[in-house]
T-cell receptor, first 113, second 116 residues
C-alpha cells in the first residue's frame, strides 16, 4: 500500500508565485525524498531529508519534515514555467522493509507564464 | 555515464505472450528496482535487488520475475502478459542501501507497455 500521500492532487499558480505541496505518511521512516517528473519522462531526484532533520534547502526548494505529525512539505519559491511537472514524495521506512522506497500519487503543478 | 538505460521504450504484446524489459546502469549501484506507474496510482514497487544474486518482492510482484546476475543488469520478465500489466515501467538504481535507508534513486526514461 502507498505510504505517502501528496496534497493537493493538482495546483495551478502564476509564474513568480510560491508553490507548496504536502506529503503525509503512515509509519516511521529513515528518510523522505521528493522527486519531479516531467510529462512522459523518468523521475528526477530533488532532495532527501533524513528523519533527524527538520528542514533542508536546495536552491529555490525548501523541504520541511515533522516526524511527530508524519508529514513533509515542499516549497518552490519564485516559480517558473519550467517547474510545471508532477511532484512525488517517497519514504524509506525504518526497520524491516527499509529498502522499499514507497511513492505517493503525486501533485501535478502547473505554472502559468 | 549513460546512467540508467531501459529497453525497449515502447512495446505492444498480445495476452499470454512473454517478454523481458531490460535495465542496465553504469554507476556501480548496488540497489536496483522496478516500478510500474499507472494513472492515478503513482509508482508501485514490483521487485528490487540489493546486490548481485539477491532479489526480493515489492508491493505488486505477481506476474513478474527478476534476476540479478551482475551488478549492472536487472531485467524484468513478464511471464504471461495480461491487459492489467499495461503500464509504464521504470527501472531505478541507488548507491546507498546500508545507512539511513534507501538513498537517492536514479531513474531510467521508462518502458511503455501495452497488452492487448
Amino acid at each position: 500500500s502507498q505510504q505517502g500521500e501528496e496534497d493537493p492532487q493538482a495546483l495551478s499558480i502564476q509564474e513568480g508565485e510560491n508553490a507548496t505541496m504536502n506529503c503525509s505518511y503512515k509509519t516511521s521512516i529513515n528518510n523522505l525524498q521528493w522527486y519531479r517528473q516531467n510529462s512522459g519522462r523518468g523521475l528526477v531526484h530533488l532532495i532527501l531529508i533524513r528523519s533527524n532533520e527538520r528542514e533542508k534547502h536546495s536552491g529555490r526548494l525548501r523541504v520541511t519534515l515533522d516526524t511527530s505529525k508524519k508529514s513533509s512539505s515542499l516549497l518552490i519559491t519564485a516559480s517558473r514555467a519550467a517547474d510545471t511537472a508532477s511532484y512525488f514524495c517517497a519514504t524509506s521506512p525504518s526497520g524491516a522493509g527499509s529498502y522499499q522506497l514507497t511513492f505517493g500519487k503525486g501533485t501535478k503543478l502547473s505554472v502559468i507564464p | 555515464n549513460a546512467g540508467v538505460t531501459q529497453t525497449p521504450k515502447f512495446q505492444v504484446l498480445k495476452t499470454g505472450q512473454s517478454m523481458t524489459l531490460q535495465c542496465a546502469q553504469d554507476m556501480n549501484h548496488e540497489y536496483m528496482s522496478w516500478y510500474r506507474q499507472d494513472p492515478g496510482m503513482g509508482l508501485r514497487l514490483i521487485h528490487y535487488s540489493v546486490g548481485a544474486g539477491i532479489t526480493d518482492q515489492g508491493e505488486v510482484p505477481n506476474g513478474y520475475n527478476v534476476s540479478r546476475s551482475t551488478t549492472e543488469d536487472f531485467p524484468l520478465r513478464l511471464l504471461s502478459a495480461a491487459p492489467s500489466q499495461t503500464s509504464v515501467y521504470f527501472c531505478a538504481s541507488s548507491y546507498s542501501i546500508r545507512t539511513s535507508g534507501t538513498g537517492e534513486l536514479f531513474f531510467g526514461e521508462g518502458s511503455r507497455l501495452t497488452v492487448l
